[in-house]
C-alpha cells in the first residue's frame, strides 16, 4: 500500500510541479545517462562502503533481538509490511512441491526480505533461506545470524551445489549489478522453478539507461550506479524456458530520472518454468 500522505499531496499538487521539482530541484534520486559502468563508478561511491554495511549489521541485529520486525536498506520498521505478490508466489512453489520451500535469496543482504516475510512462512513443512551476497555481508551473516533455516553463501555457484532450491528471489538487486544480464543468463541456465523479481524498475525507451543513484541522508549517505532495464529487452532471457504467471506494481510505483527526465515503474514478475 502506498504512503496515504503522499496520496493526499498529490492530489492538491499539479503533476507538472511534481515533475519539475522531480527534474530540477529535490538533490536525491537517479541522475544521469552513462555509457560505461565505470564512468557511473567513478561519479558515485558505490555500495560497498564499510558505513552502509555498518549500519545493515546494527538495523538487522536489533531485527535479531526483537527490537524491531524487519529492516530495509539499514532502516528498522516496527509494524509488518508483506508484499503479498511475492508471497503469493512463494506459497505457490511451496504448495506445488509438498509444502516445502527452500529459496535462494539472490543478494538479500542480512536477511531483509527473510526477516520481513519469516512468519507468513516459518510453518512451512520444510523452509530454507539461503542467501548469496558479497563477501563482507557473508561474514557477518554467518557470524550473527546463520541457522538451521538461514544460511548465506558468496557465490550462486557455491549455493545450488550445497543446497536443493526451488525458488529464486532477486529483490532489488538486479539494477545495482555491472552485467545484470550476464547474471541473468547465468541464473535461467539452473532451471530453478521459480523465478521472482521484484523491485526492479523498468523504463520508457528503447534500451537500458545507466545511472547514478543518490541515497537520501534520512537512509544512509550513499551513491552508487543504477540500472533501469527496457522490459522487452529484459523478458527475452525468460521466453524459451519460462511463462508468466503474473506482473505487480511494487512498493515504489513510478520512479523519475533525471536530467535527461525519463519515467520507469518499479515492478514485480513471478515466472515458472
Not at 543478494?107 to 520481513?116: A, V
Not at 513443512?125 to 561474514?139: G, L, N, S, T
Not at 557455491?158 to 550476464?182: A, F, M, R, T, W
Given at each position: 500500500m502506498k504512503d496515504p500522505i503522499k496520496k493526499t499531496i498529490k492530489r492538491f499538487i499539479p503533476p507538472l510541479a511534481i515533475d519539475i521539482y522531480r527534474q530540477y530541484l529535490d538533490p536525491y534520486g537517479f541522475f544521469g545517462n552513462y555509457d560505461h559502468w565505470q564512468e557511473a563508478v567513478n561519479c558515485s561511491q558505490g555500495y560497498n562502503a564499510p558505513a552502509i554495511i555498518q549500519q545493515v549489521l546494527n538495523a538487522s541485529l536489533k531485527v535479531k533481538e526483537g527490537k524491531a520486525l524487519f529492516e530495509r536498506d539499514g532502516v528498522c520498521f516496527d509494524e509488518p509490511h508483506y508484499v503479498w505478490p511475492l508471497t503469493t508466489g512463494l506459497l505457490r512453489a511451496a504448495a506445488k512441491n509438498n509444502n516445502c520451500l527452500?529459496?535462494?535469496?539472490?543478494?538479500?543482504?542480512?536477511?531483509?526480505?527473510?526477516?520481513?516475510?519469516?512468519?507468513?512462512?516459518?510453518?512451512?513443512?520444510?523452509?530454507?533461506?539461503?542467501?548469496?551476497?558479497?563477501?563482507?555481508?557473508?561474514?557477518?551473516?554467518?557470524?550473527?545470524?546463520?541457522?538451521?533455516?538461514?544460511?548465506?553463501?558468496?557465490?550462486?555457484?557455491?549455493?545450488?551445489?550445497?543446497?536443493?532450491?526451488?525458488?529464486?528471489?532477486?529483490?532489488?538487486?538486479?539494477?545495482?549489478?555491472?552485467?545484470?544480464?550476464?547474471?541473468l543468463n547465468e541464473i535461467i541456465s539452473h532451471k530453478f522453478k521459480t523465478i521472482v523479481i521484484s523491485r526492479t524498475p523498468f523504463i520508457m525507451r528503447d534500451n537500458d539507461r545507466l545511472t547514478v543513484q543518490k541515497v537520501p541522508p534520512s537512509i544512509y549517505r550513499a551513491s552508487y550506479p543504477a540500472w533501469f532495464f527496457n522490459k522487452k529487452i529484459f523478458l527475452e532471457h525468460f521466453k524459451e524456458d519460462y511463462k508468466i504467471l503474473y506482473e505487480y506494481e511494487d512498493f515504489a510505483g513510478e520512479v523519475t530520472i533525471k536530467a535527461p527526465l525519463n519515467k520507469a515503474i518499479d515492478m514485480g514478475i513471478v515466472f515458472e518454468k
Open positions: 527452500r529459496v535462494l535469496d539472490f543478494g538479500g543482504s542480512l536477511g531483509s526480505l527473510y526477516f520481513q516475510h519469516k512468519k507468513l512462512l516459518s510453518e512451512l513443512k520444510h523452509f530454507r533461506w539461503c542467501i548469496v551476497e558479497q563477501p563482507a555481508y557473508v561474514e557477518r551473516g554467518k557470524k550473527y545470524f546463520e541457522d538451521s533455516v538461514l544460511r548465506f553463501y558468496d557465490s550462486l555457484s557455491s549455493c545450488v551445489k550445497n543446497e536443493e532450491i526451488d525458488v529464486i528471489v532477486l529483490s532489488g538487486v538486479l539494477q545495482y549489478l555491472e552485467k545484470p544480464h550476464d547474471v
